[in-house]
């Protein structure tokens, strides 16, 4: 019964993965930094980022646990696993060297090491589409 509903329940956890993921990056960021002045979207954009983080790095290794339980295709298991273990280093690493290039005011550092973090970004939600076309075929 279990193994039974572990494969929808990951496509559905990977789902969630991806469309939070997208919202984030794509909707929340650009949505602050329009609607409100730098200096607060930044303030509250570093407080988002941990806890997006987290949503990634657990939604990403329920997923691959989820299929795995399955029986279900592994290069799908190994591409959210990935991403779980990839996101790690990003927030503990990447983030807290982004934020210190902010606060030096070292524009090129921040702008090297954001786009670093944007690419990782791209490169978790397009995996994670890999997986859902893989997982819904």
Same mark, same amino acid.
């Given at each position: 019964?279990?193994?039974?509903? +572990?494969? *929808? +329940?990951?496509?559905?956890?990977?789902?969630?993965?991806?469309?939070?993921? %997208?919202?984030?990056?794509?909707?929340?960021?650009?949505? %602050?930094?329009?609607?409100? *002045?730098?200096?607060?979207?930044?303030?509250?954009?570093?407080?988002?980022? *941990? =806890?997006?983080?987290?949503?990634?790095?657990?939604?990403?290794?329920?997923? +691959?646990? !989820? %299929? &795995?339980?399955?029986?279900?295709?592994? #290069?799908?298991?190994?591409?959210?696993?990935?991403?779980? +273990?990839?996101?790690? *280093?990003? #927030?503990?690493?990447? &983030? =807290?060297?982004?934020? /210190?290039?902010?606060?030096?005011?070292? /524009?090129?550092?921040?702008?090297? %090491? @954001?786009?670093?973090?944007? $690419?990782?970004?791209?490169? @978790?939600?397009?995996?994670?589409?890999?997986? $859902?076309?893989? !997982?819904?075929?």
């Amino acid at each position: 019964m279990i193994i039974d509903l +572990a494969r *929808p +329940a990951a496509l559905l956890v990977s789902a969630w993965l991806f469309g939070g993921m %997208l919202l984030f990056a794509a909707g929340f960021a650009a949505f %602050l930094f329009k609607v409100m *002045p730098v200096a607060e979207a930044r303030t509250l954009i570093r407080k988002a980022f *941990p =806890p997006f983080y987290l949503f990634v790095i657990g939604t990403a290794a329920l997923a +691959a646990l !989820l %299929l &795995m339980l399955a029986g279900g295709d592994q #290069r799908s298991v190994v591409l959210l696993a990935v991403i779980a +273990a990839t996101t790690v *280093p990003t #927030r503990q690493a990447l &983030m =807290p060297a982004i934020n /210190r290039a902010t606060d030096r005011g070292d /524009r090129r550092q921040f702008a090297v %090491l @954001h786009g670093v973090s944007v $690419l990782i970004t791209l490169a @978790h939600i397009a995996a994670v589409g890999v997986v $859902l076309v893989r !997982l819904a075929g």
